[in-house]
């Protein structure tokens, strides 16, 4: 079992840069890919970034590539999404995800946690 806890929401201005986190428990945290995903108001939940069990693959969607920045501390139990040069459209409930391949449906993650608001304003 894995639990994982989203934290680093918050509102800022176009152009300004947060740093999300995704704290995990359990033994066999590290051995889970982790994704991130968003949901606008309105809106499927869509595929952000995501990263390998040792963080030597990872994966983003086309409208966060070259801005955002995912990575992982294991000895931590912690994945990051540094995300920079934010824009209005990148608001949204950003969750953290885990899965035992790396993947970019929502319906290949088992695990979820509960979600972390990022407002970003124009």
């Known amino acids: 079992q894995v639990q994982l806890v989203e934290s680093g929401g918050g509102s800022v201005q176009a152009g300004g840069s947060l740093r999300l986190s995704c704290a995990g428990s359990?033994?066999?945290?590290?051995?889970?890919?982790v994704g991130w995903f968003r949901q606008a108001v309105g809106k499927e939940r869509e595929f952000v970034a995501a990263?390998?069990?040792?963080?030597?693959?990872?994966d983003y969607a086309d409208p966060v590539k070259g801005r955002f920045t995912i990575s992982r501390d294991n000895a931590k139990k912690t994945v990051y999404l540094q995300m920079n040069s934010l824009k209005p459209e990148d608001t949204a409930v950003y969750y953290c995800?885990?899965?035992?391949?790396?993947?970019?449906?929502?319906?290949?993650?088992?695990?979820w946690g509960q979600g972390t608001q990022v407002t970003v304003s124009s």
């Open positions: 359990g033994r066999t945290f590290s051995a889970y890919y």
């Open positions: 990263i390998s069990w040792g963080g030597g693959t990872t």
């Open positions: 995800a885990a899965a035992t391949i790396i993947d970019r449906a929502p319906t290949g993650y088992r695990f």
